[in-house]
T-cell receptor
Framework: AQSVAQPEDQVNVAEGNPLTVKCTYSVSGNPYLFWYVQYPNRGLQFLLKYITGDNLVKGSYGFEAEFNKSQTSFHLKKPSALVSDSALYFCAVRDRTGTASKLTFGTGTRLQVTL | ETGVTQSPTHLIKTRGQQVTLRCSSQSGHNTVSWYQQALGQGPQFIFQYYREEENGRGNFPPRFSGLQFPNYSSELNVNALELDDSALYLC???????????????FGQGTRLTVV
């Protein structure tokens, strides 16, 4: 089965500084990787995905992610954090069960951006 | 907004009762998946419906069941509720059985179920 790991429960960053939220993956075959963000009392919002192609993927709200095959990582990054970026971030990988394709999520990383 | 709507937003039930949660998928999407997100955890896949048929299931007991209707809206039914069923239930729709190959899954805002 495919899996992802988010080693940090929380990341603290000052506004204006760059941020990185880490994700590593374990897959057989080519990985299809995703980042989602969850604000309080809200569902998941899609940020970006890696399917194939460029290792640097650009997504919504100024976020980007770097796919690194040798390190089996897919870290989420943003050059300059905003207080409004404070939320719960989930890394996910496409997995299969039966004939269904599902998302297998990490445990989440809480991003706290302070003034 | 993703165009995926869920109802109700909050629900309180008693242990042993049954509950039905509803999801209206985004226009043009024929695939609906349901996830359970317990407090402090990532979402866990319950099952997926494609064109009104269940085509995959996660590690959940049979008392978790579902339906998909011709308009691709969906229901999640949980019988004999247990305290551990308290969670946020998320519905996700996509235009393919294989989200990610060419399209991503779009999530609703979720239904917060509390079992007391």
């Amino acid at each position: 089965a495919q899996s992802v790991a988010q080693p940090e429960d929380q990341v603290n960053v000052a506004e204006g500084n760059p941020l990185t939220v880490k994700c590593t993956y374990s897959v057989s075959g080519n990985p299809y990787l995703f980042w989602y963000v969850q604000y309080p009392n809200r569902g998941l919002q899609f940020l970006l995905k890696y399917i194939t192609g460029d290792n640097l993927v650009k997504g919504s709200y100024g976020f980007e992610a770097e796919f690194n095959k040798s390190q089996t990582s897919f870290h989420l990054k943003k050059p300059s954090a905003l207080v409004s970026d404070s939320a719960l971030y989930f890394c996910a990988v496409r997995d299969r069960t039966g004939t269904a394709s599902k998302l297998t999520f990490g445990t989440g990383t809480r991003l706290q951006v302070t003034l | 907004e993703t165009g995926v709507t869920q109802s109700p937003t909050h629900l309180i039930k008693t242990r042993g009762q049954q509950v039905t949660l509803r999801c209206s998928s985004q226009s043009g999407h024929n695939t609906v998946s349901w996830y359970q997100q317990a407090l402090g955890q990532g979402p866990q896949f319950i099952f997926q419906y494609y064109r009104e048929e269940e085509n995959g299931r996660g590690n959940f007991p049979p008392r978790f069941s579902g339906l998909q209707f011709p308009n691709y809206s969906s229901e999640l039914n949980v019988n004999a509720l247990e305290l551990d069923d308290s969670a946020l239930y998320l519905c996700a729709s996509s235009s393919s059985r294989m989200p990610g190959a060419s399209t991503e899954a779009f999530f609703g805002q979720g239904t917060r179920l509390t079992v007391v």
